[in-house]
């Protein structure tokens, strides 16, 4: 058994060791090419659904004491709601992907049987493409790559690889559990399709290369179109014209739609929801037209489809005092205070005036900013640029912020006195003092409120 891993020289190579017969092999067909990687790291995932998973991190540790390499192992939490398969397998690529940089490569021991067993699950769910294509060789993950060497094998020949070559693996038990889909189509369905068709594996192998090659022809016609014509920023958002879309056929309408949300948010709308995007004129005539996917919010506001993250109490208002000091996380962001040089005011103010608009004046060193999360909208705010205050129901209006992004943008205060806006407007006779600071606003990944001291 040989695998061709010459292209991926000089990286960090890392795999996904279940201790299995497949990832046993891929492990060893690793080793023997060592000289080829920068470094070699096995990850086992400790789910913790089985009593004996305790057992295999200690097996699998022994493994790669033996053979040099280094081992870490990963706990994780599996949500039993639901499919208990799939959130095992998103519990585990989320481990995987805390250890990938751009110079890693993360291989996976999936063989022909696992293909074939995919792309049957995808045909019984109803997938479109992406999920026939839910399998293939190579593709990026993270800020790296996720490669699938012994897809072109079968299980019965890493199987015999590992009896030719005196390697022992661990045997999950519930293998033979029939609740699980892909358990089921493994021991009675595919049994009768090798029987019957003794090339199946090959031909599913050739079927699913081919499939891939077509995906990944009609993606860049997809991102050809998005980024030239279709896709803007919107409130530090990407987002999709809508009108534009009036210009394609109704299954470009759809691709297109389907492609963006999975390639800028990872998040896989199904048909219903992505008609329910396209027609919502006929369904709602206001701009509070959503729809929840996952921890996420597809939203249409003003000609513009956009996502948000999902905000628990989104309604609540939600009041923390920043000083130099600490730093806040909510919905994602970061927040923290830092102070300025007379000079680097005036590089600021020089080089992005939009930036100056989040400079703000203390009187000492131990004062704080309060930052307002979804404040009421019947208070008045006097932004700089008009000659009367406004209340800020209509000043959201007026500056065309989406209602799901408003969270994103708090009112910034001092004294129960409204200074303006985070990273839009300053208010009207803001007092200059001394001590000059900057909110700084980071995006962090999804997240509640918490507190951070430096």
Not at 54 to 77: A, D, K, P, S
Not at 407 to 413: A, D, E, H, K, T
Not at 434 to 450: D, F, P, R, T, W
Request: with cysteine.
């Amino acid at each position: 058994m040989k695998v061709s891993l010459e292209r991926y020289k000089h990286k960090n190579w890392l795999i996904a060791f279940s201790g299995g017969a497949d990832s046993r092999v891929l492990l060893e067909l690793l080793f023997q090419n060592r000289t080829l990687a920068k470094s070699i790291t096995a990850i086992y995932v400790n789910h913790h659904l089985q009593e004996i998973a305790n057992e295999w991190e200690e097996i699998n540790r022994q493994t790669c004491v033996e053979l040099g390499i280094e081992y870490i192992v990963e706990h994780v939490v599996v949500d039993i709601k639901g499919s208990v398969e799939a959130n095992a397998r998103n519990a585990r690529y989320k481990a995987f992907a805390k250890h990938m940089t751009k110079e890693s490569v993360l291989f996976t021991a999936h063989h022909s049987d696992d293909l074939l067993e995919s792309i049957l699950l995808a045909y019984i769910r109803g997938s479109g493409l992406d999920g026939v294509c839910a399998t293939p060789q190579e593709r990026t993950f993270e800020k790296g790559l996720l490669v699938r060497p012994l897809l072109g094998y079968s299980r019965a020949q890493i199987e015999d690889y590992c009896v030719k070559n005196n390697l022992s693996y661990v045997v999950d038990p519930t293998n033979s559990h029939n609740e699980y889909d892909r358990n089921f189509i493994r021991n009675n369905i595919t049994p009768l399709l090798k029987n019957r068709f003794p090339q199946i594996l090959t031909n599913t192998y050739k079927t699913s290369q081919n499939l891939c090659a077509d995906k990944r022809v009609l993606d860049a016609y997809y991102e050809s179109e998005l980024s030239s014509k279709l896709e803007s920023v919107q409130w530090g958002k990407k987002a999709v014209l809508y009108s534009a879309l009036l210009n394609y056929s109704d299954d470009f309408k759809l691709g297109i739609l389907h492609y963006f949300f999975k390639s800028r948010y990872g998040i896989v709308p199904i048909k219903s929801q992505l008609l329910a995007i396209l027609n919502y004129e006929s369904i709602a005539s206001d701009s509070k037209f959503k729809l929840d996917v996952g921890t996420n919010i597809i939203s249409v506001y003003r000609d513009y489809i956009y996502v948000a993250d999902s905000i628990e109490k989104k309604n609540d208002e939600q009041v923390i005092e920043l000083t130099i000091s600490n730093s806040f996380t909510y919905n994602g962001y970061s927040y923290k205070l830092i102070l300025l040089t007379d000079v680097e005011v005036d590089s600021i103010k020089a080089n992005n005036e939009q930036s100056a608009i989040d400079i703000y004046y203390l009187s000492n060193i131990n004062e704080s900013i309060t930052l307002c999360f979804n404040p009421r909208v019947s208070i008045r705010v006097h932004p700089f640029y008009r000659n009367h205050s406004q209340t800020l129901k209509n000043i959201w209006k007026e500056i065309g912020i989406p209602l799901y992004l408003r969270p994103n943008y708090p009112i910034v205060m001092k004294d129960n006195n409204v200074l303006g806006m985070l990273n839009v407007f300053k208010c009207k006779g803001v007092e200059k003092d001394k001590i000059k600071v900057m909110v700084v606003k980071e995006y962090v990944g999804a997240g509640s409120l918490n507190k951070k001291s430096f």
